[in-house]
């Protein structure tokens, strides 16, 4: 599990790597590693949106709020960082600094393989002759001596054949581990960024006031005028619940909220949604929307639909024009922002 003080330090490092490699224009393989590493902590976006939920749902967005200011200022400067100088960017080449890394051993297992390969022809002296003995006349001292120097020139090759052998394994670890982070990721963590940008503004009630939170169980709509909207959209636009229920729903004091848009009537509700939204004063009021809409699924058609039914009513469509005069009629009588 993520946590907000645990990423919010690697964004301050993130970008301190950033404007060191693009002062030194190339970048080490220490820097590519540690980008390498934060994108794969961090790519899971729905991790990030579960903490950020965690902390609006123990009603701690409060005590969170200088920290969430602080990453969204972090992720915003590295976005920054990057979009000035993107072919920069793209073009630094890491699989370059990664090979190079992965070489790193390179001139040691040279200079091991130098004495490996003297070592080994003394070895090999020594073998041959000790078998060679046995075709010819000796005495037992020259056996005994042509023994002892070959089981001292063993002693001494094969230490530096296993620490020759230590140099490869050594290599081929590393090898491994510099293939696993030669890939750019600057690209994808710009990307990355977007995406958490986007999700810590859709749940921080406004992209420019973190400071602004929700206490426990305070209301957007007072009783009177959630239960004339409940008479007027129930089992109509709404699947059918009790006033209770409606209240609760649209006040988001439950969760999940029982509201379920009845089929047909998408465009009907976001439009309900946008009018709310437009004459709320609630300072929570972007948080609100943001919450419903992602509840009843229009998030994506939120934008573009309520238009539809004020356009219709414009031209005329009895049906349309009566239940944008019935919404009105309700916000202006019931007063939408007394509690």
């Not at 590693?33 to 749902?57: G, H, K, P, V």
């Not at 573009?304 to 009629?329: C, H, M, T, W, Y």
Request: glycine share 2%; net charge neutral; with cysteine.
């Amino acid at each position: 599990m993520i946590e907000i003080t645990n990423i919010l330090p690697q964004y301050g490092e993130l970008n301190k790597i950033y404007h060191t490699v693009f002062k030194r224009n190339k970048i080490a393989y220490e820097e590519q590693y540690f980008i390498s590493n934060f994108y794969t902590r961090l790519c899971d976006t729905q991790a990030f949106e579960t903490m950020i939920i965690n902390i609006i749902d123990e009603f701690e967005l409060e005590k969170y709020s200088v920290l969430l200011k602080s990453l969204q200022t972090e992720i915003e400067n590295n976005i920054l960082l990057y979009s000035k100088n993107k072919s920069f960017w793209k073009n630094t080449n890491t699989e370059q600094i990664c090979q190079f890394f992965a070489k790193k051993h390179n001139y040691n297992i040279e200079k091991q393989n130098e004495i490996v390969r003297k070592y080994r022809s003394e070895y090999k002296l020594s073998n041959d002759n000790l078998e060679s003995i046995g075709f010819r006349e000796h005495t037992g001292q020259e056996l005994h001596n042509l023994c002892e120097k070959h089981k001292y020139q063993k002693s001494l090759y094969e230490p530096e054949v296993e620490k020759l052998k230590d140099l490869f394994e050594r290599q081929a670890q590393l090898e491994q581990e510099a293939f696993k982070y030669a890939e750019n990721k600057f690209e994808r963590v710009f990307e990355l960024n977007n995406s958490l940008l986007a999700i810590l503004k859709k749940y921080t009630i406004g992209s420019n006031n973190l400071s602004v939170t929700l206490k426990k169980n305070e209301k957007f709509f007072n009783t009177g005028f959630t239960y004339q909207l409940w008479k007027t959209t129930n089992d109509k636009q709404f699947i059918k619940i009790s006033d209770t229920e409606f209240y609760n729903s649209i006040n988001l004091l439950t969760k999940p909220i029982a509201l379920s848009i009845k089929k047909g009537q998408r465009v009907r509700v976001c439009y309900i949604i946008a009018e709310l939204f437009k004459h709320m004063e609630h300072e929570g009021k972007s948080y609100w929307k943001s919450e419903i809409c992602k509840h009843l699924d229009i998030e994506d058609s939120y934008n573009r639909r309520p238009s539809i039914v004020k356009k219709d009513a414009e031209a005329g469509n009895l049906k349309q024009n009566e239940f944008s005069k019935d919404i009105r009629e309700i916000i202006d009588k019931y007063d939408i922002n007394s509690l």
